[in-house]
């Protein structure tokens, strides 16, 4: 069965809307693992619009199952990471006007820096995933730069309006998921996905992981974090 990450940064977006303590992303992910999930993923963005620094400091202490740390390709970002050492980081492209994480990063144009930054992560003893797109020449130079993990950006298919456009990035996932493992790479999924679009994914099979934030987030603000999160750990072992 897939392992579920669940990434609470929404939880700290409704918290900086009012400049005030709550609701707690700590809080959040506690609730989700004691509601099974497999992993806690925050995103530290350089602008620092939701997850805050403190709370990755809190989490690595509090999280006990595994802490991934998403985060942009930067000198800041790879120095934080080795100050607090989550289990995994999943370098990220982040740009400062987008609403959330637009696609995938380019590797390959990138090769040389990203390269550079997995060492550093490496050696301090982190596991580094590159959030790609499904697309060959990345997922390539992905292993070219020593990255253990791809997590393929599902984004494309999630927001496909037809049933052939749906089928068409399906079918682009799946070849990226061989190619992950035909070159040893574990591999990982995430963004966009929700209660109605996660079964196809899963039944595709050889995702490890699959990281959810947005629409666990959704629905736990109507059911509680424990009843979103088992209702996704559902649809995972339904898969």
């Known amino acids: 069965?897939?392992?579920l990450g669940v990434n609470v940064d929404h939880v700290a977006t409704v918290r900086q809307a009012r400049g005030v303590a709550e609701p707690d992303p700590?809080?959040?992910?506690?609730?989700?693992?004691l509601a099974g999930a497999d992993s806690i993923t925050v995103h530290l963005r350089e602008d620092?619009?939701?997850?805050?620094?403190r709370d990755v400091e809190i989490l690595r202490r509090t999280v006990k199952t595994r802490l991934n740390l998403e985060m942009a390709a930067t000198d800041e970002m790879v120095g934080i990471a080795l100050k607090?050492?989550?289990d995994c980081v999943t370098l990220v492209p982040e740009k400062r006007e987008e609403l959330t994480t637009e696609g995938g990063l380019n590797v390959f144009l990138n090769r040389n820096l990203i390269k550079r930054q997995a060492d550093l992560?490496?050696?301090?003893?982190?596991i580094v995933s590159l959030f790609v797109d499904p697309d060959l020449e990345q997922i390539k130079a992905a292993h070219r730069v020593g990255a253990d993990y791809i997590e393929i950006h599902t984004g494309a298919y999630c927001e496909a309006r037809t049933n052939e456009e749906r089928r068409g990035e399906l079918a682009k996932i799946?070849?990226?998921?061989?190619?992950?493992h035909k070159l040893g790479l574990g591999v990982n999924a995430g963004h966009g996905l929700n209660y109605q679009n996660v079964g196809d994914v899963i039944a595709l099979g050889g995702i490890e992981e699959f990281n959810i934030?947005?629409?666990?987030?959704?629905r736990a603000v109507l059911v509680g974090m424990e009843q979103a999160v088992r209702d996704m750990l559902a649809l995972l072992r339904r898969g």
């Open 1 to 3: 069965m897939a392992k």
């Open 174 to 180: 799946e070849t990226a998921i061989r190619a992950g």
């Open 213 to 218: 934030g947005h629409s666990i987030v959704g």
């Open 48 to 53: 620092r619009r939701h997850i805050q620094d």
């Open 121 to 126: 992560l490496r050696q301090g003893g982190v």
């Open 26 to 33: 700590v809080t959040a992910a506690a609730l989700a693992e």
């Open 84 to 86: 607090i050492l989550p």
